[in-house]
């Protein structure tokens, strides 16, 4: 229970609308209670009067006493209507206020995990699942919602219904409630029992199903490589054993369920029958009338649906305990990357690396070795090095994806932990190697960071990363619809879109990580003397791992194994450093081809 305390800030928001709520369940159960009592009151009319009747056999009086029985009798009934009007009226204002604000929570608390999300660092996504993430955003969400809802509004609900009741009975006759309410906590244990069973089950449900969702998705995901190994029916199979396990786990559920309902209807078929015997024993006594046994069948049947409704109450609460418990365990996790308090800058002078080292702390890979290096705004700067050498990791620093381990970062020589994150980063076009396009049309994919830019500047953007042309050639041009993760663009053509959304910001500084590797090598010399001439005055880092004899650097980093094995200008490098002169030439031969 303690899980579901976080909830309360949320409860206490809402506090007017909920003390309304209480309101209305009060009195929506105090017209539903008033109802027996009338029934059982015009039944007595009856009996009395239909014995006046049979005495005044023969008198004048008989007209009248019947006529009088109608006209009573009408009343009550339309008493007996009109309280069930009105415990109608607020059983709906009853849900126009709690249930209103459980959705009202369920929307803050979704709000407050996604924008608890993006703070959080790519460590922390690297180390969740996507599945995990989903869950906890959308099923512990709602699961916490039944509780705010269904579980307080009947909770509420039994407990001024159970006051009534019994003090209606209590005040008629203590001796005929206490009969009657004897098979009630057996049928509440009972139920809470069966429910715990059925809530067991369905987890194991759940669980198959989240397993069956996963591998299909993975499957469709997957899809060319699975028909390319030839694994079709294979997975095929795998898939049907798993739709197997969830069958039968869900006809274990139905067994249970089968057994809810009969169960149900046979305790309080053993209340009702408590309730004749000992009722006719009290009228055989004339302890109580007719009427009033009639009205405690009426209460005990009243009374079956919310104490049914402790077990499900019960096991509502316990789940949303535990999904409150995963909510939390998210919520205590820290953003890594803090946000610094200098919001008004410019970038103006240079990005240095001071001794930067850096190691990734979920596999303690040490990626980058006291790197150190200052760069001019409007440099232009190619980082090479073999696989594994820390290239992207010296994008992701700049980025602040992560902060340094050693060392530090300095921009216009405030440190770069000291600026404001969002501002910075707005600074910055970067193209990752790994280019994401969303299931969103083309145009909408390049203005991405952009949303006010109009379709001429999409189709600039466009022009200057060559990708325009084949846009235009497509059906749709810059309407068509990429798919989940843009299977109809290319490799090439996606990494050109993708270069598109990042210079249509016009940012200061690029940062192009393997952003061409995907196109021929005619292309990327289109792509790179157009971004030459209109990145001109920008600061670019072009991480490659081909690089161009024709493009001018201000500065060629070359990186080996997390350190900065050599340093400079083309000129020197080629002369001094055989890794770099190897690839030079390599390009040059691949340019006479
Ligand atoms: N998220 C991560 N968690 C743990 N280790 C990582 C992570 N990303 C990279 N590494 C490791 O850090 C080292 C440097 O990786 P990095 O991605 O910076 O190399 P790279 O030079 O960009 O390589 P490539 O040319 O293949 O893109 C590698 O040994 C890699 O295994
Ligand atoms: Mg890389």
């Known amino acids: 229970m303690k899980d579901l305390k976080s909830l309360n800030k949320y409860l206490w928001r809402y506090r007017g609308r909920l003390t309304l709520g209480f309101i209305f369940v009060a009195l929506s159960n105090a017209f539903a209670v008033l109802q027996p009592r009338m029934i059982s009151q015009a039944l007595d ?269 019960a096991s509502i609460v316990q789940q949303a305990a535990a999904s409150q418990r995963r909510i939390d365990e998210f919520f205590n996790q820290k953003p890594q990357i803090l946000n610094g308090n200098i919001t008004d800058f410019e970038f103006e002078e240079s990005i240095e690396f001071k001794n930067v080292s850096f190691v990734y702390p979920d596999t303690g890979i040490k990626a980058l070795e006291n790197i150190s290096f200052t760069i001019k705004k409007g440099d232009r700067i190619a980082i090479i090095g073999k696989t594994g050498s820390g290239k992207t990791t010296i994008a992701e620093i700049i980025l602040r994806t992560f902060d340094p381990s050693e060392g530090e970062v300095l921009i216009d020589g405030k440190p770069l932990e000291s600026l404001d994150l969002l501002h910075w980063r707005t600074l910055i076009g970067y193209v990752p190697q790994d280019n994401f396009l969303f299931s969103d049309t083309i145009e909408n994919n390049i203005k991405f960071g952009q949303n006010d830019a109009t379709l001429d500047e999409v189709m600039e953007a466009a022009t200057k990363a060559s990708i325009h042309k084949e846009i235009a050639e497509l059906p749709s041009a810059y309407q068509t619809a990429v798919g989940e993760r843009g299977v109809t663009l290319s490799g090439g053509q996606k990494q050109r879109t993708s270069i598109a959304r990042a210079i249509i910001k016009d940012p200061e500084i690029i940062i192009l990580d393997d952003a061409l590797s995907a196109v021929d090598a005619n292309t990327e010399q289109v792509v790179t003397n157009y971004l030459d001439q209109d990145l001109k005055g920008k600061t670019v880092f072009n991480i490659t791992h081909r690089i161009n004899p024709n493009s001018e650097y201000d500065q060629i980093i070359i990186l080996q194994k997390g350190h900065i094995s050599a340093i400079g200008k083309h000129e020197v490098l080629y002369h001094s450093n055989s890794f770099y002169k190897h690839l030079i030439d390599h390009a040059a031969l691949e340019n006479l081809e």
């Open 45 to 313: 009319l009856v009996l009395q009067d239909i014995k006046s009747i049979e005495m005044a056999e023969g008198f004048e009086s008989q007209a009248l006493i019947s006529s009088n029985l109608s006209s009573s009798l009408l009343s009550y009934g339309l008493l007996v209507i009109g309280f069930a009007l009105l415990m109608g009226i607020f059983m709906y204002f009853t849900r126009q206020t709690i249930i209103v604000v459980s959705r009202l929570i369920e929307y803050d608390l979704r709000k407050d995990i996604y924008d608890h999300y993006s703070k959080l660092s790519q460590n922390f996504y690297r180390k969740s699942k996507i599945g995990d993430l989903m869950n906890r955003i959308m099923e512990d969400v709602s699961k916490v919602r039944m509780y705010l809802g269904p579980a307080i509004l009947y909770g509420i609900n039994l407990t001024t219904l159970t006051v009534l009741v019994v003090s209606f009975m209590v005040s008629v006759s203590s001796e005929l409630s206490l009969y009657t309410l004897i098979p009630l906590p057996l049928l509440s244990v009972s139920i809470y029992y069966v429910s715990s069973i059925v809530h067991k089950r369905s987890t194991k449900i759940q669980q198959q199903l989240s397993l069956l969702t996963s591998l299909a998705q993975e499957v469709y995901s997957g899809i060319r490589v699975v028909k390319s190994f030839v694994k079709g029916k294979q997975m095929g199979n795998y898939f049907t054993d798993q739709c197997d396990d969830y069958k039968s786990k869900s006809m274990e559920l139905v067994k249970v369920n089968a057994f809810f309902f009969p169960l149900m209807m046979l305790i309080i078929g053993i209340s009702t029958i408590f309730v004749i015997y000992f009722g006719g024993l009290q009228i055989n006594k004339g302890n109580i009338s007719a009427g009033t046994l009639v009205e405690f069948i009426i209460y005990v049947n009243m009374l079956t649906w919310p104490v049914t409704s402790i077990g499900w109450i």
